[in-house]
């Protein structure tokens, strides 16, 4: 089955820049239909849509946090990467990376998650 596992630093200064690799095993990130997403969850909130990189390598990423966010991926490793700018305690969460699947452009399902990983930003 496919496995998604998040990497990354757990602590990072403010105004820094957050790099996050979410490593596929069990099946390739350009298999059509597949969309490759970052959700966060921070404390007393819900879940937040991040952005994906699709299957062909197409990019979109919520207008919250566009200007300081960048998706892309390494297809030999089979790996998509996240990079968060300028971050502030604000962007303290836990990090998920997971898979989206649609059926004729139909969004389905979040059919697979890594295991999330934890960002603080402090001083």
């Known amino acids: 089955q496919v496995q998604l596992q998040e990497s990354g630093p757990g602590l990072v200064k403010p105004s820094q820049t957050v790099s996050l690799t979410c490593t596929v095993s069990g099946g390739s990130i350009t298999t059509k239909d597949y969309y490759w997403t970052w959700i966060r969850q921070s404390p007393g909130k819900g879940l937040e849509w991040i952005g994906y990189?699709?299957?062909?390598?197409?990019?979109i990423v919520s207008p919250s946090l566009k200007s300081r966010t960048s998706i892309s991926r390494d297809t030999s490793k089979n790996q998509f990467t996240l990079q968060l700018s300028s971050v502030t305690p604000e962007d303290t969460a836990v990090y998920y990376c997971?898979?989206?699947?649609?059926?004729?452009?139909?969004?389905?399902?979040?059919?697979?998650w890594g295991q999330g990983t934890q960002v603080t930003v402090s001083s």
């Open positions: 997971t898979r989206g699947l649609t059926t004729d452009s139909v969004w389905k399902e979040y059919d697979y």
């Open positions: 990189i699709t299957y062909s390598g197409s990019t």
